[in-house]
């Protein structure tokens, strides 16, 4: 089914790889205009018929051209994110710091840069990428991620809260394990340590009781659903789409 989002504009951050590719490329597919951006321009070279543009999610001055720019828009991805590996004691306050900029900080800088023009518009959809690591589940060596998504979902439910008049919809999406170059430097990483890759894709995959991990077109699909007017009716909300990981 194309053309659930013909006729909407809509900005998508961390568009250049994983979960925010394959968001603006369903986007374009569902019709919609789509502003792909991402900190790495270059990364957005081959996503056909989008605006292409550098935009770093931690820059309020450039969020807020960026804005100004693009004016008006109904649908508001917000992907940037970053997965700290580690306990409470292996998490210094610079990774605190910058998990809480990048992934939590940047949606409240890009929500309220967008938000006015939204509501101008006569309303919108807000889509904020959380995690099952959050307050949906305890996760081991994801101490300060786990909190950030957490938080992601808090600020998800309260500008629900506060722009529902304004027909502002705004829900957050709560991923397991999604394949994505960052996942698999993840894996890599991880492989080292564990003492080979095939041991690191063990631990990820034992986590999952589907025995799978998701590809990113599975999660783009429920973003289609809550930019469109499909899910007129559904705000404030945290959708698991994890295989059963957090069951
Ligand atoms: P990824 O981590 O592979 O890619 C992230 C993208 O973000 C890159 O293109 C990078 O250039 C961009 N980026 C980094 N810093 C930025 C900044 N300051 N401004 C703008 N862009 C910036 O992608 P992914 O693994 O699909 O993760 C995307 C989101 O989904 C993240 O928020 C992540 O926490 C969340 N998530 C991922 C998984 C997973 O297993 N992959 C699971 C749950 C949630």
């Given amino acids: 089914m194309a053309g659930r989002l013909k006729g909407k504009v809509a900005v998508v951050t961390a568009a250049g790889q994983g979960i925010g590719r394959a968001i603006a490329e369903s986007f ?8 792909a951006t991402d900190l790495d321009v270059s990364k957005l070279d081959g996503i056909k018929r989008a605006e292409r543009r550098k ?6 001055k450039a969020v807020d051209a960026f804005a100004e720019k693009v004016g008006g828009i109904d649908v508001l991805v917000n992907v940037a994110g970053f997965v700290h590996h580690g306990s409470v004691l292996e998490c210094s306050d610079e990774d605190w710091d910058f998990s809480f900029d990048l992934n939590v900080k940047s949606m409240h800088r890009m929500i309220r840069a967008f938000l006015p023009g ?21 996760t081991p060596k994801r101490h300060v991620y786990g909190a950030t998504k957490a938080a992601v979902i808090g600020l998800t439910k309260a500008v629900a809260a506060d722009f529902i008049k304004d027909k502002i919809r705004c829900n957050a999406i709560c991923p397991g394990t999604v394949r994505s170059p960052s996942w698999d430097a993840r894996v890599q ?20 009781p589907s025995g799978r991990i998701a590809e990113a077109e599975e999660v783009a699909a429920m973003a289609v659903y809550l930019a469109s007017d499909e899910s007129a009716f559904v705000t404030g909300a945290e959708f698991k789409i994890d295989g059963g990981w957090t069951l």
């Fill in 28 to 35: 374009v597919a569902e019709g919609a205009t789509v502003w």
């Fill in 55 to 60: 935009l770093d999610v931690m820059k309020t």
């Fill in 118 to 138: 939204m509501v101008a518009r006569g309303g919108g959809a807000i889509v904020n990428m959380s995690s099952g690591a959050s307050s949906l589940k305890g």
């Fill in 189 to 208: 990483k991880l492989g080292k340590e564990m003492g080979g890759y095939e041991k690191a894709l063990e631990w990820f995959l034992s986590r999952q």
